[in-house]
T-cell receptor, first 113, second 116 residues
């Protein structure tokens, strides 16, 4: 049973436009959410996170939105740049088991010229 | 430089052999983790440790073993009981988050294990 789902395996966006990556979760106990970026043959790097007490967190070109009632979060990248081409993982954890962080299957983002 | 160091980067294992992947961190983090990534798939948790001398099984612990004798080190042994060991292995670590924020985990560069 996948508790964190990224239903789009891939996404192609034109350079300069907005990239929107989506993530759904099923466990209502999750209260902390993270996005990671991963290049091939490298470890994922932390991008941005959001706590369940917020519905939006922004850091430069990256904004994460959380809709608790829909159990849905999204990562917006604007404007998209060639270096953003990578696999993006959504992750979630619950305060009760904060050391156990569950990852989605990832979305491969390709930025085309 | 502070960080997480995994070694070796590439490792080949023969059928029936046990191999150990090393993970060292100098971030003074309490918790450490091992994840596995298969081609085109997400990250699956193998084992994690919240403190020294303690560790818990993740979602796919069968065929793996770990130890946590030191805060800085969390080696993973892939035993001959692991039927499909070929994968990319990622070690990570974290510290407890602040109030209203959870753990952010930081990853090493990964180790490729191939069975030959």
């Amino acid at each position: 049973d996948q508790q964190v789902k990224q239903n789009s395996p891939s996404l192609s966006v034109q350079e300069g436009r907005i990239s929107i990556l989506n993530c759904d979760y099923t466990n209502s106990m999750f209260d902390y959410f993270l996005w990671y970026k991963k290049y091939p043959a490298e470890g994922p790097t932390f991008l941005i996170s959001i706590s369940s007490i917020k519905d939006k967190n922004e850091d430069g070109r990256f904004t994460v939105f959380l809709n608790k009632s829909a159990k849905h979060l999204s990562l917006h990248i604007v404007p998209s740049q060639p270096g953003d081409s990578a696999v993006y993982f959504c992750a979630a954890s619950a305060r009760s088991s904060a050391s156990k962080i569950i990852f989605g299957s990832g979305t491969r983002l390709s930025i085309r010229p | 430089d502070g960080g997480i160091t995994q070694s070796p980067k590439y490792l080949f294992r023969k059928e029936g052999q046990n191999v150990t992947l090393s993970c060292e961190q100098n971030l003074n983090h309490d918790a450490m983790y091992w994840y596995r990534q298969d081609p085109g798939q997400g990250l699956r948790l193998i084992y994690y440790s919240q403190i020294v001398n303690d560790f818990q099984k993740g979602d796919i612990a069968e065929g793996y073993s770990v130890s946590r004798e030191k805060k800085e080190s969390f080696p993973l042994t892939v035993t001959s009981a692991q039927k499909n060991p070929t994968a990319f292995y990622l070690c990570a670590s974290s510290s407890p988050g602040q109030k209203f924020s959870g753990n952010t985990i930081y990853f090493g560069e990964g180790s490729w294990l191939t069975v030959v």
